[in-house]
Nanobody, 127 residues
Framework: QVQLVESGGGSVQTGGSLRLSCAAS????????MAWFRQAPGKEREVVAA????????VYPDSVKGRFTISQDNAKNALYLQMNGLKPEDTAMYYC????????????????????WGQGTQVTVSS
């Protein structure tokens, strides 16, 4: 099991920035892929950033590319999401997630990778 706790959400105006943090703890299992996904009311979940923990390669969907940056601090067991240029359509609950097991073949932005996530942190962007 992996326990994940998100923080850093809030309310900002269009064009503003937020930095989300995720603290990871738990068993000896070390995920090889971690991500942030979001869910807005009435919409499907969307992975907005993923990072391979060994090497730090990152993947983003076009909807956030160039605006969001995922990073990790392995010494602190922490994951971050820097969000710049926020838009009202970014309003959602944001979740930190960890891949449920090694060796899966899904693309990094595929939700089927992820078996652990936290309680979420709300991001609201007003126009």
């Amino acid at each position: 099991q992996v326990q994940l706790v998100e923080s850093g959400g809030g309310s900002v105006q269009t064009g503003g920035s937020l930095r989300l943090s995720c603290a990871a703890s738990g068993s000896t299992y070390s995920p090889d892929l971690m991500a942030w996904f979001r869910q807005a009311p009435g919409k499907e979940r969307e992975v907005v950033a993923a990072i391979y923990t060994d090497g730090g390669s990152t993947v983003y969907p076009d909807s956030v590319k160039g605006r969001f940056t995922i990073s990790q601090d392995n010494a602190k067991n922490a994951l971050y999401l820097q969000m710049n240029g926020l838009k009202p359509e970014d309003t959602a609950m944001y979740y930190c997630a960890a891949r449920k097991e090694h060796g899966l073949w899904y693309f990094a932005l595929d939700l089927r990778n992820y078996g652990f996530w936290g309680q979420g942190t709300q991001v609201t962007v007003s126009s």
